[in-house]
């Protein structure tokens, strides 16, 4: 929603859309607000030959290995146990998920949950279970938040929140030194409260990444996707 693509390789936030609560448009931004090489390594992003490393070079790695095993566990678990319904009908319908949950965020609350009562009931289940507590705690509240990002009632306040605190000063550093400042790009991108963002970002694009599939992947994924709604 709001992202629409133009020619060549550059999207761009609509301004018609506007965040829910605080009716303020969301900024125009394209590829070229952030760092040239950036820009150039996601020039070729939809064909199969896009080179990965380079992309990882170019934004200097702005994860660490917890916040990468925290982003492929969160994508495994994001969606355990669903039942097919939105939170809506849920909610609703008086299910015991949204009574456990008091109607908030209440299927994805459930997945992170279940996710890691599946560790502590089976031994042999238990992924966690060598880790020192506070990398533990440091890992299990990584997954917890991108889990619960992809509630999509709070999506214009996730991007907004990635544009102003990612985004824009980015392309402050590009109008300020020209080329852009290596070490003033890392400080954004590395930040803890940054790379919070960077990991909801994250899960989120993969969440809605089916229009990126192949076309008869993509339509029978909606197929689907519809016949479930209508379910309900």
Same mark, same amino acid.
């Given at each position: 929603?709001?992202?629409?693509?133009?020619?060549?390789?550059?999207?761009?936030?609509?301004?018609?859309?506007?965040?829910?609560?605080?009716?303020?448009?969301?900024?125009? #931004?394209?590829?070229? &607000?952030?760092?040239?090489? =950036?820009?150039?390594? !996601? @020039?070729?992003? $939809?064909?199969?030959?896009?080179?990965?490393?380079?992309?990882?070079?170019?934004?200097?790695?702005?994860?660490?290995?917890?916040?990468?095993?925290?982003?492929?566990?969160?994508?495994?678990?994001?969606?355990?146990?669903?039942?097919?319904?939105?939170?809506?009908?849920?909610?609703?319908?008086?299910?015991?998920?949204?009574?456990?949950?008091?109607?908030?965020?209440?299927?994805?609350?459930?997945?992170?949950?279940?996710?890691?009562? #599946?560790?502590?009931? &089976?031994?042999?289940?238990? =992924?966690?279970?060598? !880790? @020192?507590?506070? $990398?533990?705690?440091?890992?299990?509240?990584?997954?917890?938040?991108?889990?619960?990002?992809?509630?999509?009632?709070?999506?214009?306040?996730?991007?907004?929140?990635?544009?102003?605190?990612?985004?824009?000063?980015?392309?402050?550093?590009?109008?300020?030194?020209?080329?852009?400042?290596?070490?003033?790009?890392?400080?954004?991108?590395?930040?803890?409260?940054?790379?919070?963002?960077?990991?909801?970002?994250?899960?989120?694009?993969?969440?809605?990444?089916?229009?990126?599939?192949?076309?008869?992947?993509?339509?029978?994924?909606?197929?689907?996707?519809?016949?479930?709604?209508?379910?309900?």
């Amino acid at each position: 929603d709001g992202l629409r693509r133009l020619s060549g390789n550059e999207y761009i936030f609509s301004s018609k859309h506007v965040h829910p609560s605080s009716g303020h448009p969301i900024s125009s #931004l394209s590829l070229s &607000d952030i760092p040239p090489r =950036i820009a150039q390594a !996601m @020039e070729n992003e $939809e064909d199969w030959e896009f080179d990965i490393f380079e992309l990882e070079a170019a934004t200097h790695k702005s994860l660490e290995p917890i916040d990468e095993v925290a982003a492929l566990i969160a994508a495994t678990v994001h969606d355990v146990d669903h039942p097919g319904r939105t939170n809506s009908f849920l909610c609703n319908a008086g299910s015991e998920l949204a009574i456990l949950y008091n109607d908030t965020a209440v299927l994805e609350s459930h997945h992170a949950a279940l996710a890691f009562q #599946l560790t502590t009931r &089976d031994d042999k289940c238990n =992924i966690f279970k060598n !880790m @020192e507590r506070n $990398e533990y705690r440091t890992l299990r509240q990584a997954i917890i938040d991108m889990v619960l990002a992809t509630e999509m009632t709070k999506h214009f306040e996730h991007v907004n929140k990635f544009v102003n605190s990612i985004n824009k000063p980015l392309t402050a550093v590009e109008e300020n030194e020209g080329t852009g400042d290596d070490d003033a790009v890392k400080t954004v991108l590395t930040s803890p409260e940054n790379r919070i963002l960077i990991k909801r970002m994250l899960i989120k694009c993969a969440d809605i990444s089916n229009p990126c599939r192949a076309l008869e992947q993509c339509i029978e994924w909606a197929g689907r996707i519809s016949e479930e709604y209508f379910a309900q």
